[in-house]
């Protein structure tokens, strides 16, 4: 079957794997970060205040255990603060530091270069990320 919705989603696949691998890089190379902890830091900064750690996990498509993970290298390196959740002896509410708002703005522009070049230059990314709308009709 030529263009069926199976070969329509191994196409965004590719294209996303594609689009991750050179974000990942770029992240990588130019920022010490990782695509996840660039996610996650994300949610952070459209929150810009406090947030509860538990619900980082259910605003990113990241797991608890790797939200966790994520963070206390984030506070380790300074890039995010921690503090125990008001009238939740178990839960912490964290958010981004100055450093960390700072780092991850840098990271946002590296991330909209790679995106922009990747669309510019590949037909199935620029589809992706720009679809047509449909004609009015």
């Known amino acids: 079957m030529v263009n069926s919705l199976g070969d329509q989603w191994l196409s965004c696949v590719r294209v996303t794997a594609r689009m991750n691998q050179a974000v990942e890089r770029a992240l990588s190379d130019r920022h010490n970060l990782c695509v996840s902890a ?7 900064w459209h929150e810009r205040g406090w947030i509860r750690s538990g619900e980082l996990s259910s605003r990113s498509s990241r797991s608890q255990p790797q939200v966790s993970r994520l963070l206390t290298q ?32 840098e990271a946002s ?13 590949d037909a199935d990314a620029r589809a992706l990320m720009h679809p047509t709308l449909p004609q009015a009709g």
């Open 38 to 44: 660039y996610e996650v830091m994300d949610v952070m």
């Open 74 to 105: 984030m506070v380790d390196a300074g890039y995010a603060a921690r503090k125990p959740s008001p009238g939740d002896g178990r839960g912490s509410l964290v958010r981004l530091t100055p450093s960390g708002r700072a780092l991850f703005r």
């Open 109 to 121: 522009e590296t991330v909209e270069g790679i995106l922009a070049g990747l669309t510019a230059g």
